[in-house]
């Protein structure tokens, strides 16, 4: 999958005729995707050109193989594709060309090698009813991940169904589904929720993983600040029709047609922590809220049995506040309140930061 030649992440640009100028533009955009200020671009140039190929065991479990469609298939070949390709994938049962026993011992090396420092990708939600319901090679889900996330350096929970059971874990739950951090407690575990999660989110992960050799800063859910900190309904680009008080009340009326607010609809925008409305789907293209259909929900806990995809939230338009827990305003008094949903003050004040150009960072990097 990887040529062992290329040592570093720079090695790998140079190799596929990536241009310095380029190579700029894109830690400039994953600065800032990451709230980093702009003078942290040539620190993030400098530790990501110089980065080495940290290995990835990625373990699939109870998932459909969305989040990984969504992650190798989102784009032509990028700069996001090149750190992809840059970590040394050492198991992944898509995408690897071993099976069997082969594949199985390319893991244990892989732990071997590694101990102490490799990355754990999980995508799936792992199933304790019945250790028989999914197994790997003749061991449960269970037993795999407890044996793989034992040597890691951290545990990267990749869609809903790993960072929070998703729809194996729907009522009434029948194999018992739980969450990577129901099982990892004692390694640090990333949360990249969604169903499908943003590309540009996983990469942004690795990403700060290979300059800084830490993960980013978390939210009460485990998930990246940088990208879960505000609400799909404070960067949507139809919020002045809900402060005007213009709604679609279905999806073929004069409201729809004009491109008004579709809380009416179901949007659960307003309880939604996600990037899609600044990152976009397929290259900026678009997203889903963008198409004319309201947010599901999908990077919250328990979002399939939030009350309805398209039925209204329960609380009052206008009363709604960073406080207000997900299920409490779905109209619902499920685990999500138990775990303690409290959205109030996600968004700390940044500061603002005089403006640096791609060629003040090729005159200092
Ligand atoms: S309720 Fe949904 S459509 Fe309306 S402004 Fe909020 S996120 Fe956008
Ligand atoms: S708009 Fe909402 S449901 Fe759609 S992908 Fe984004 S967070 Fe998920």
Redesign the pocket.
């Given at each position: 999958m990887v040529d062992k030649k290329i040592k570093t992440l720079g090695d790998a640009l140079r190799r596929n005729g990536v241009s310095r100028r380029g190579f700029l533009k894109f830690c400039t955009a994953t600065a800032s995707m990451m709230a980093l200020p702009p003078a942290m671009v040539p620190a993030l140039a400098a530790s990501l050109d110089k980065a080495r190929r940290p290995s990835v065991i990625w373990l699939s479990f109870q998932e459909c193989t969305g989040c990984t469609e969504s992650l190798t298939r989102s784009h032509s070949p990028t700069l996001e594709n090149l750190i992809f390709d840059h970590i040394s994938l050492d198991y992944h049962h898509t995408l690897q060309a071993a099976s069997g026993h082969a594949a199985e011992a390319a893991r244990e090396e892989a732990m071997r090698a590694n101990e102490g420092n490799y990355l754990v990708v999980v995508d799936g939600a792992i199933p304790l009813g019945n250790p028989g319901y999914s197994t790997i090679a003749g061991f449960s889900n269970l037993q795999i991940l407890e044996e793989t996330a034992a040597g890691a350096a951290a545990v990267i929970a990749v869609g809903s169904c790993a960072a929070f059971g998703g729809l194996p874990k729907a009522d009434p739950n029948p194999t018992g589904a739980v969450s990577v951090r129901d099982i990892v407690t004692d390694k640090p575990v990333v949360n990249v929720s969604?169903?499908?999660p943003?590309p540009v989110v996983i990469t942004g992960v690795l990403a700060h993983f290979l300059t800084f050799g830490t993960l980013p800063e978390l939210d009460e859910y485990g998930r990246p600040k940088a990208f879960f900190g505000t609400s799909?309904h404070d960067r949507c680009y139809r919020r002045p029709f809900y402060d005007k008080g213009l709604f679609a009340n279905t999806f073929d009326d004069e409201g729809a047609r004009k491109g008004w607010c579709l809380y009416k609809l179901g949007c659960?925008?307003p309880m939604?922590y996600?990037a899609?409305?600044t990152v976009k789907?397929n290259e900026g293209t678009s997203?889903?809220?963008e198409s004319g259909?309201g947010?599901?929900?999908?990077?919250?806990p328990d979002?399939w049995d939030a009350g309805g995809f398209y039925n209204a939230l329960s609380i009052p338009v206008g009363d709604i506040s960073r406080t207000t827990s997900y299920a409490a305003a779905a109209g619902l008094g499920v685990a999500a309140v138990a775990a303690g949903i409290n959205h109030k003050t996600k968004v700390a004040a940044r500061k603002r930061h005089d403006r640096v150009t791609i060629d003040d960072l090729e005159k200092i990097s």
């Open positions: 969604g169903c499908p943003i799909i659960k925008g939604t996600n899609c409305a789907w997203w889903p809220v259909h947010c599901l929900g999908c990077s919250q979002f």
